[in-house]
């Protein structure tokens, strides 16, 4: 009896130290993305197991939703270089950019946020922007829509004012900038930084942006 159990023992332990791991995988969130058959949304910033980071607009490789007319945007800078972001009508590449503005290097390398609203910048609804960041080598674009907020889900929203349960939703929904925003600002808490670093990094691994990912968990650990 004592060999049996000696022997099934270490199998136990195992999966035992497995379930945590595998019960914290399920609590990530997952974003659903809207239905396809739009124009391509990023360009630029996949990494393919690079050894240097790239400069990447964090965006879906389709049009991004959005429900708020000033929305935030995100991207990542591999070293604390300046860069240049434009945002226009992705339709009328040649119209007069809604933003156009060289950014002096930050303090740190990592994940930027750039804030529309802070820029006095309105995003029209049901109309998509191509943005891009740039600096001296390469660039990286995304592509992002605002869409209308349905009864639907301005109800599944009421009562869920921040944090973990609002990114999970908006990312279920869809809303990716949004979800993206929401996550960004838990993990930039002292409180709930660890996990939403990871939930962060778990919806840029969904979008393409393994290496990316990859180098966030790190981050968190």
Known sequence: ???????????????CLALPARAQQSEEPEYNPPVRGAPAGRVGG????????PLAALAPDHPGLTISAQPALYYFLPTATGVRVALRPAADPSAKPLVEKDF??????????????????????????RWTVSDARTSSTGVIRRMGLSDDLARKLNGVPSGRSRYTLLAREGVWYDALDEVSRAAESAGTAAVAGRHRA???EQIGLKDIAQHERQQYQ
Request: hydrophobic letters at 50%.
């Open 1 to 15: 009896m004592n060999r049996f159990l000696l022997r099934f023992l270490p199998m136990v332990a195992t999966l």
């Open 46 to 53: 996949g990494t393919r197991s690079l050894r240097v980071l």
């Open 104 to 129: 002096a290097p930050p303090a740190k390398s990592g994940i930027q946020r750039l804030d529309l609203k802070a820029m006095g910048v309105t995003l029209a609804p049901d109309v998509e922007y």
């Open 202 to 204: 778990a919806l840029l």
